[in-house]
């Protein structure tokens, strides 16, 4: 089959999967006797081969954006399209064009009815169907060269419970029928993704409506020029909840395996002409997910497909135009962020916002004024994912970065990114994964030596030398900072170390356009981790900041991370650490004896636990409030033993939270969460001398470094890390001055009353729903309060929210709902994600402002 526009040809070819003996709703298979077909002779299309206005399917797109109508010459016989002879010209993001002849790429370069190749765009719209006028009247193919043979084939092995591997604009997907259980199941084990959702593809808004509730905003979202994945509230009853327009009857339900124990769907619409002809023969939803084994990327490459996944498809639809960008699909949502209607109070002037960051003594001479009025809810697009249709358009930057030098950023070490800072915009690159695989890394540094050659028009081999400064993440261990580091060291530019959190606060400041010499922010950074100022793990932060520097004010109780990142996949690992921070066993015992918790816990190596916790070994103290959403979580019984994605458990907690009834007082009474200060007669070193004092009590098989096996699983000559020793290094981890002045001393969050409540609504056998909800109220409750005690540090009345954390839905409405009840304006991500996707923008915009200081 080959496109009239520009001749791509596409076939399908068998996977190398094992046959299934079922294939999963009872129909026979359909036999293949030709796999790959033949180019198309001149007249499969016509001899003309024309597309004027009057027969132009102008949906027929090579980057999933809309080109505008064509005149009759402008397909002429002269094909004249691209610049300067490069088919690279042409897209942006994602294929490339298939070579043409000579005289296809001529001096004229001629395409639309003004002769501008800008019609071409660069990076998403969708494309109504074809008019049977723009395939000719016979509309024919396959053996006869006739496209829809293929696209026969491919709908009806789908029906039939096929995998079916489909090669796109900007990598290849995995697709099989949504309402098979059989099919999804089978492409989660051959994918090995076990539990993270699949996304969806629909036909129309017509067909999601029977599955999800659609608002106008999603509606519009879905059918506007990116296409993303929009993540939508799913109804319970899903296809039995309505007949779709035009079908005469209702649909069967997504399976259960598609998104397990989710409240949304992520579904998105055709937005290529491949996609339009093979749903418009079916009507139930398609998963469609990224064609790859779990951690590593999107194949884009034929040959790549066929051997990676060759034995995940039973089948593989292919063409031959490169790919020459790999892009995945964006994913978006809608929230609500409540904003008050009265007038916030003036920022003061008459102190510099540096004074406020490097002197201690320096109060504000006002405080925040209390609004009682009602706020009201404005929905907002929130950005989860940003890549297909959203990258890399420009972002602008604020008054104040005009004339900054060409800095580039080079992100974190998951969902990474990387940003161009030039010409006073910021081009932040698409979503590119977690760089631990390294396949991703190689990816990685494949699309960055692509965006300087593109961008700064330099040739591959001296694309570095456009830059002019490098910034990077302060984890010294982070790939993406070694090889920013090499990159600097080799071309001798200018390094900046930007710490994570402080990125985080800055990517929101600038895509909400706050101009440079703006007073500082109280910036509330919510994730998993991030390597800290103190070489401890942060990750619930709430700092005074600005672009040039940032000063901690409060954070979360730090605890172990007993494993280090086992804590990430084993959520209770996180509830064992929450609690043994904040009572004894012996205490939990007495009270909570007959909690399954606990008997859970009890079966865990207590012994060999406290020990590693006491002695530092592999267990990092952190302020993460990620790993305090897994801890509870767990607790609840929430995949407790093990996740299989970062994040699982507390995503599936969200889900049970009742919405109807989160701020109803009278029956979900919020978890409490204490807000107390570091000073010189408060320390840790007790509860730790404690832990110290349990260890000895485990017995001599614990003290000798022996598990219950007797095994030895660390080095138990390291005595170096004594308990006094850990004591400082704990308060080194809490205190932030040595001030005497109290009102410098670091707050904390302290979680053993909400840990108390907790033990005893799970003793009294309360629901998991309840839980959930009176924890999301207490911790956007103790998150408003400390922004109140921390108040009199600040002049602004901008609280900045960001971080993963903050991507849970409760979370974010609820808190800002409570600032604006305060007064206090929400700033929140729109344009970038809140996760770390987000952080080589702010990584940037912190160079560039050290950078105009200097």
């Known amino acids: 089959m080959a496109c009239p526009l520009c001749g791509p040809k596409i076939w399908l070819e068998r996977g190398n999967s094992t046959a299934d003996a079922e294939v999963g709703n009872g129909e026979e298979e359909i036999s293949i006797t030709s ?32 080109f505008s109508p064509l005149n009759k010459g402008g397909w002429g016989d002269e094909k004249k399209i691209a610049t300067n002879n490069n088919p690279s010209d042409i897209a942006t993001n994602a294929t490339k064009f298939s070579p043409l002849d000579k005289a296809d790429w001529g001096d004229e370069k001629k395409i639309a009815t003004n002769n501008n190749p800008s019609d071409i765009a660069t990076n998403a719209t969708k494309f109504s169907p074809l008019n049977k006028a723009g395939w000719g009247d016979e509309k024919k193919l396959a053996t006869n060269n006739n496209p829809s043979d293929t696209i026969n084939i491919v709908s009806t092995l789908l029906k039939q419970g096929k995998i079916i591997a489909i090669k796109g604009l900007g990598g290849i997907h995995l697709a099989c029928d949504a309402t098979n259980e059989t099919a999804v199941q089978k492409l989660r084990s051959r994918k090995q993704r076990y539990h993270k959702p ?22 519009e979202l879905l059918k506007s020029a990116a296409a993303p994945i929009v993540l939508i509230p799913q109804k319970t009853g899903q296809g039995n909840e309505g007949k779709t327009e035009n079908l005469g009857e209702r649909l069967p339900p997504i399976a259960p395996s598609v998104a397990p124990n989710q409240t949304t769907l992520g579904f998105m619409l055709p937005y290529t002409p491949l996609h339009h002809l093979i749903l418009q023969n079916i009507d139930p939803p398609i998963v469609l997910t990224s064609g790859n084994l779990s951690d590593e990327p999107q194949c ?32 978006v949502r809608v929230i609500e962020i409540c904003k008050n209607t009265t007038n916030y109070p003036a920022i003061p002037e008459q102190t510099d916002s540096r004074d406020m960051l490097n002197n201690q003594n320096v109060l504000p001479t006002t405080t925040l004024t209390k609004h009682t009025s009602h706020p009201y809810a404005n929905k907002t697009i929130q950005i989860l994912r940003r890549a297909r249709g959203y990258a890399p358009a420009p972002i602008n930057l604020p008054d104040g970065f005009q004339n900054v030098p060409h800095i580039l950023a080079m992100g974190g070490e998951l969902k990474n990114t990387f940003c161009l800072l030039r010409d006073g915009k910021a081009i932040l690159s698409q979503h590119l994964g977690d760089l631990e695989n390294g396949a991703a890394f190689s990816a990685y540094q494949n699309t960055l030596e692509l965006y300087l050659s593109l961008f700064d028009r330099k040739p591959i081999a001296n694309c570095f030398a456009a830059a002019q400064a490098i910034a990077i993440d302060k984890h010294p261990e982070y790939l993406s900072s070694k090889l920013g580091k090499e990159i600097a060291a080799a071309q001798g530019l200018k390094l900046y170390s930007i710490q994570h959190h402080h990125a985080h606060i800055a990517a929101c400041l600038v895509e909400n356009g706050i101009p440079f010499d703006a007073p500082p922010v109280l910036g509330i950074a919510l994730d998993g981790l991030g390597y800290g100022d103190d070489g401890t793990f942060w990750g619930g932060e709430f700092l005074l900041a600005d672009y040039r520097g940032f000063k901690r004010l409060g954070m979360f109780k730090p605890v172990a991370m007993i494993g280090g990142a086992q804590a990430i996949y084993q959520p209770w690992r996180n509830t064992y650490s929450q609690l043994m921070a904040g ?21 865990k190596p207590r012994a060999l636990l406290n020990q590693i916790i006491a002695k530092g070994i592999n267990s990092p103290l952190t302020s993460s409030a990620g790993r305090l959403f897994d801890g509870v979580a767990a607790a609840m019984g929430i995949c407790r033993e093990e996740s ?11 889900g049970l939270v009742n919405r109807e009834k989160l701020n109803n007082l009278e029956e979900y009474e919020a978890y409490p969460i204490a807000i107390r200060k570091l000073d010189s007669q408060e320390s840790w070193d007790m509860q730790w001398r404690q832990m110290d004092e349990k260890v000895k009590q485990e017995g001599n098989k614990a003290n000798r470094g022996e598990d219950k096996n007797g095994d030895v699983p660390y080095s138990s000559t390291d005595d170096s890390k004594t308990g006094t020793e850990r004591d400082r290094k704990i308060n080194d ?15 904390y969050l302290e979680t053993r009353p909400l840990w108390q409540s907790i033990l005893d609504d799970l003793k009294d056998n309360i629901p998991k729903s309840v839980i959930a909800t009176k924890f999301h109220q207490g911790l956007a409750k103790a998150i408003v309060n400390m922004v109140n005690q921390l108040s009199h540090h600040h002049f602004s009345n901008r609280v900045v929210l960001t971080g993963g954390v903050f991507q849970n839905r409760i979370l974010l409405e609820e808190v800002s709902s409570r600032l604006a009840a305060e007064g206090i304006v929400a700033l929140t991500h729109n344009l970038v994600p809140p996760n770390d996707g987000s952080l080589s923008l702010g990584q940037s915009a912190i160079a560039a402002a050290i950078a105009i200081d200097s």
């Open 644 to 654: 299989s994605y970062e994040g699982q458990a507390a995503i599936e907690m969200e």
């Open 733 to 747: 981890t809490i205190a932030i001055s040595s001030n005497s002045d109290s009102d410098t001393k670091l707050l």
């Open 583 to 603: 009572f004894t066993w012996a205490e939990l015992q007495e009270k909570y004896g007959n909690l399954e918790l606990l008997h859970f816990l009890d079966k």
């Open 198 to 219: 699949f996304a969806l593809m629909a036909r129309d808004i017509s067909i999601i409506e029977q599955y999800c509730y659609l608002n106008e905003t999603e509606k």
């Open 35 to 66: 796999t790959k077909f033949s180019p198309l002779n001149k007249g499969g299309w016509g001899g003309e081969k024309k597309i004027a206005t009057n027969n132009n399917p102008s949906d027929i797109a090579t980057n999933a954006t809309k």
């Open 300 to 331: 884009i490459d034929n040959e790549e497909a066929r051997i990676k996944l060759g034995k995940i498809a039973d089948y593989l639809l292919l063409h031959n135009r490169d790919i020459i960008n790999r892009i995945d699909d964006s994913v």
